[in-house]
């Protein structure tokens, strides 16, 4: 709900039986300024070593945004 409030495309895969935040390769949302990463991308629960993954890249990602 936070990302999509922060007005971010949200879908339904059921593949995956939840909703995901779309996120392009940086992990940016199509909010501008606004970055998602781990389970909020996913729809599921990925476990946290997906999402220590995608949080550190999607972290780095919104660093070089900001330089």
């Known amino acids: 709900e936070l990302a ?3 007005g971010a495309e949200v879908r339904f895969d059921p ?3 939840g909703f995901g935040v779309v996120v392009d390769e940086r ?3 199509t909010a501008p ?3 998602a990463a781990g ?3 996913t729809g599921a629960a990925a476990g946290p070593e997906s999402s220590e993954r995608s949080g550190e890249a ?3 990602a919104l660093a070089r945004s900001l330089a």
Do not use: L, N, S
């Open 58 to 60: 999607a972290g780095h």
């Open 33 to 35: 300024g606004v970055f």
């Open 27 to 29: 992990w940016a949302t």
């Open 4 to 6: 999509r409030h922060h």
């Open 15 to 17: 593949a995956r039986g």
């Open 39 to 41: 389970d909020v991308v």
